[in-house]
């Protein structure tokens, strides 16, 4: 008679779960603020980023809006990798290069943002 | 004995029979996927834009590819939009459900449903300013 394995507990759920929550209650305010200035954004870049990027509060949100933004999706992302990927070395490689792009991503985009501040 | 290949992958999408918890539950996982995809695009154009030397490059271009990759462009940017909605309204459903409020199951019906017709909404009305601004 062969036993069902079940998935042993790795122990850190409920703190994944509790800094997903808290990194999506912290994109409310952030989302809202995106939203009214994606359009103008959108529609010309080019003349309207640094225009944009120029105002304190701006810098300031996009910045925040962009680390906790990567940080919520690399968290959602690592669960949906967990559950549909078996392969125990392919979960840790995947999750490994999420949190990589995340980190890359968002340390270039502060710079970037920090630099149209500045300059502008 | 392989206990990687014998465990099951744990939400299957083939076998369940649809309804509007289930349609939810995974277009929110979709969404955020694409979300996720649409901050790294979102990031580097940022970074592009900034470090950008010589604006105005190809603006005058009026050739048969940059149009189509115009079309696709902005076809991705309407879809993102409605992912934003869409993740944003069924993440606010879904805090609601973690302090305990609206699991009832005809009320979690009736969210699932505004979920949908806000987030519909939100992107044409979205969509329509846009196109406001840019033709008026």
Redesign the interface.
Known sequence: M?KT?I?PSTKHGFRHWLLQ?IS??A??PL?IWL?LS???I??D??GY?PIFFSYPLNAFMGILF?CF??YH?SL??QV?IE??????AKVHFYVMLVNF?SIT??V??C???L??HITN | MQPNKAKPTSPHLQIYRWNISSLTSIMHRLTGVALYVALVFMAWGIFYYTYNTSPNNNIHCDCFFTKIVHILFCGAVISSAFCLYYHFCNGIRHLFWDIGKGFELKTAKKTGYLVIFLALLLTIITVSIAVYLKFF
């Open positions: 062969q394995k998935a929550k999506a209650v994109l409310i989302v939203i994606f359009v103008n959108g529609l870049p080019q980023l962009f933004g990567f999706g959602g992302l949906i559950d549909y990927i078996t392969n125990k792009i991503t968002s270039a985009v710079i970037a943002i630099k149209l």
